[in-house]
């Protein structure tokens, strides 16, 4: 089962261009997140999903925008990359917003 | 916003030191999980406390939620180089009537090194 699928594995993207993370899972949750984690500062949420249809922000949302058209894919987008969004993304689902979450394996991005 | 604070942030052991970890919540928390993330790796889910007081245990891990539930542990027994990683914990709050809301949030996590 492939769970969560993220793409790219990695990237390194000059400052002011864009970037979509992409993220499909095939286990039909209706919850997607997307978080950033960085050292000393654990996972923390940029934007999530509760079902197709609806977004909400998280905690770190500026400079970052989802959609979520269905239930299988949930893309983060960087309008235009700074150097502080510099990070590992993972994207994650779970069957509901207290249920348990699955990640994918990460994306990590540099912006230079 | 409400957090969960999860301490300390770093740990590092001996080999067959055991090893403790502690979440903490100003508000009551409807369930809490547990997560290990392996160097490079991404969070995998470990176990989840619902009960006050309520104690689990996987083979050297024992996981404990508090009477109030506003509190967790996960204690490590004699700790293996295969413990290494970062240990998180994620907790959802309950309102007064009882009623789970919001999403998970993660505590910063704890960083366990192991020297062999």
């Known amino acids: 089962t492939a769970g969560i699928t993220q793409a790219p594995t990695s990237q390194i993207l000059a400052a002011g261009r864009s970037m979509t993370l992409r993220c499909t899972q095939d286990m039909r949750h209706n919850a997607m997140y997307w978080y950033r984690q960085d050292l000393g500062l654990g996972l923390r949420l940029i934007h999530y999903s509760n079902n197709a249809g609806t977004t909400g922000k998280g905690e770190v949302p500026d400079g970052y925008s989802v959609s979520r058209a269905n239930t299988d894919d949930f893309p983060l987008t960087l309008a235009s990359a700074v150097p502080s969004q510099t990070s590992v993304y993972f994207c994650a689902s779970s069957r509901g917003p207290g249920n348990t979450i699955y990640f994918g394996e990460g994306s990590w991005l540099t912006v230079v | 916003g409400q957090q969960v604070m999860q301490i300390p942030q770093y740990q590092h052991v001996q080999e067959g030191e055991d090893f403790t970890t502690y979440c903490n919540s100003s508000t009551t928390l409807s369930n809490i999980q547990w997560y290990k993330q392996r160097p490079g790796g991404h969070p995998v889910f470990l176990i989840q406390l619902v009960k006050s007081g309520e104690v689990k245990k996987q083979k050297r891990l024992t996981f404990q939620f508090g009477e109030a539930k506003k509190n967790s542990s996960l204690h490590i027994t004699a700790t293996q180089t295969t413990d290494v990683g970062t240990y998180f914990c994620?907790?959802?709050?309950?309102?007064?009537?009882?009623?789970?809301?919001?999403?998970?949030?993660f505590g910063q996590g704890t960083i366990l090194t192991v020297h062999p």
């Open positions: 994620a907790g959802r709050w309950v309102n007064a009537g009882g009623t789970s809301y919001g999403k998970l949030t």
